[in-house]
């Protein structure tokens, strides 16, 4: 059966639900209805714009040369654009019992005037339920389908309105397994189909340059034509926006005064082009505001013809990149400082490790977990500044905490707020933790009654001094060799220009830390 030859009733099935005076009786559900969230599953190509953008000129080129075709031109546009083996619209008639085909391309163009019925098939249930739909082997659900060749694969349905209600469908179809819709698809189609709606509705009751200036007026992108000499002749409302200049001040003056000085061939060039017929496919440049600032724009330039065919202008659309660019660049930044700080961080890890030494393997091991835990520590700190550094106290308070749980604190912390850059605050976390465990196995926090005082200055030339006094614990007497934690010390300290002094004072140890921040 062709579906020219659309059937009323098939095998005693209703042709109408609840249309047209027919009897509402509920249908039973749908073998080949798949809802277009399958999409989100599939892998998808991302979008191309330049493409997408030279689509949407032609279209709308199509609209001042042949009005009357633009559903056709629309349909292989969507072909073309889905990858796909058969388009079409389908429209409902005046009494609303079956839709008709005023356009098809591909496979089954031969079908172009034919329909089906509105209450029985595949365009009426997007009607009803009024969203994109995909189906696969229709011909399960409407028998209709299944003499028809070539078979429908999968077929992705898009509802489509006129004055704001849904009175037919555009569709794409599949006929074999060598093409598979994706959500790229879906985008196109609904951009495709809101256009081809728009257009549709205006040339009702508008006559074609009305329609055009319709949509070029409303497009977020800024849409302008020029003569063959440069001269702005069209200037859009997103052209006001983006570049700053009102219609009466943008028409008729020269497309030049948008040209950065540094690109001074760059519209001459393009003005070549447009007159030899070539259409100049979407590039990235800047262009200029009127308050002299630049922007960056995505660029697509295509001839105009008059109705003979001859070239008489340039159409141009520009599409404001400068926030996407802007973060792009972000991201590049972002990705390099974060190279930069991982490099450090695995610079430090690595030289805590080669300082660690140990009589056995659990020792060893204890060593370097709580060195590598001081950095992890302050890497916390880092986050909670957004990567802007940490502050002294609290990068002092989180090494001390497990010492300073009791009522009676063990540890006095005192010092005015200071953040320290991440490579200083690194530093300083290695030398706390160092400290703080010599403390804790021989100085005063190995004892119940020992304490700790950590102090620090700094001076308006940014000198931080640090002082570590410990009181209370066993006596002190100076090593008689350099301990691996005095050893990791000197090493930080030394690597951010630092000085260290230690005062073994048999009262209680003390060190007093000199460096720059």
């Known amino acids: ?23 509402d009786v509920e249908a039973p559900p749908l073998q080949s209805v798949l809802t277009t969230a399958e999409l989100d599953r599939r892998p998808s190509r991302p979008p191309d714009h330049a493409v997408e953008n030279r689509a949407l000129i032609a279209l709308a080129q199509q609209l001042v040369v042949s009005p009357a075709s633009i ?15 058969s388009a079409g619209i389908s429209l409902l008639e005046s009494d609303g019992k079956n839709f008709y085909w005023p356009a098809i391309a591909g ?53 489509f309105y006129l004055n704001g209600k849904a009175v037919g469908t555009i569709w794409v179809i599949a006929h074999d397994h060598s093409r598979r819709f994706q959500s790229e698809d879906l985008r196109l189609m609904t951009n495709l189909g809101t256009f081809a709606a728009s257009a549709y509705q205006t040339l009702r009751s508008l006559n074609a340059v009305q329609s055009i200036a319709s949509i070029v007026e409303f497009s977020d992108d800024a849409i302008l034509s020029k003569d063959l000499t440069g001269i702005i002749k069209g200037w ?10 009102s219609a009466e001040e943008a028409i008729g003056r020269p497309g030049s005064m948008l040209i950065p000085a540094d690109l001074p061939n760059e519209e001459p060039g393009i003005l070549d082009r ?28 295509s001839p105009i013809k008059d109705a003979t065919g001859k070239i008489i202008g340039a159409s141009k659309i520009a599409r404001d990149v400068t926030d996407r660019k802007r973060a792009d660049a972000q991201i590049a930044m972002l990705a390099r400082e974060a190279e930069h700080r991982t490099m450090n961080v695995l610079a430090t890890v690595q030289a805590a490790v080669n300082l660690t030494r140990a009589e056995t393997t ?24 957004r990567w802007a550094g940490a502050e002294l106290h609290d990068l002092i308070a989180r090494e001390l905490a497990p010492y300073n749980r009791e009522v009676d604190a063990r540890v006095r912390i005192d010092g005015a707020y200071l953040l320290l850059e991440p490579n200083t605050a690194q530093t300083m976390a290695v030398t706390v933790h160092e400290l703080a465990t010599n403390a804790a196995k021989y ?31 066993p006596a002190v007497s100076p090593p008689t060799r350099q301990g691996f934690g005095t050893r990791v010390i000197a090493s930080v300290i030394q690597q951010c220009n630092g000085e260290m002094r230690f005062d073994w004072n048999p009262e209680g140890f003390a060190c007093e830390i000199v460096m720059p921040t």
Not at 240 to 245: D, K, L, T
Not at 365 to 384: P, T
Request: contains cysteine.
């Open 443 to 473: 100085g005063a926090l190995s004892v119940p009654e020992g304490h700790v005082d950590v102090t620090w200055t700094r001076t308006p030339e940014g000198q931080l001094t640090l002082r570590w006094k410990e009181s209370g614990g």
């Open 1 to 23: 059966m062709s579906l020219t030859e659309s059937p009323q009733t098939t095998e005693g099935r209703q042709t109408q639900h609840g249309v047209g005076g027919g009897v």
């Open 236 to 245: 859009n409302r997103a052209a006001e926006r983006i570049f700053g200049y």
């Open 71 to 85: 559903l056709q031109t629309l349909v292989e546009t969507a072909l073309e654009l889905c990858g796909a083996q």
């Open 362 to 385: 659990a020792e060893l091991r204890d060593a370097i977990q709580g060195r590598i835990q001081s950095l992890a520590n302050v890497h916390k700190l880092f986050v909670k500044s």
């Open 107 to 159: 496979q089954w163009a031969e079908h172009v005037g034919g329909g089906t019925p509105r209450g029985y098939g595949p365009c009426g249930t997007v009607l009803d339920r009024n969203t994109a739909l995909m189906f696969s082997h229709p011909e399960r659900d409407f028998d209709y389908f299944a003499p028809v060749v070539p078979l429908v694969e999968e077929a992705l349905l898009m509802p």
């Open 274 to 301: 447009i007159r030899r017929g070539e259409r100049i496919d979407h590039y990235e440049t800047e262009r200029l505001r009127k308050d002299g600032s630049r922007i960056s724009i995505s660029l697509t330039v």
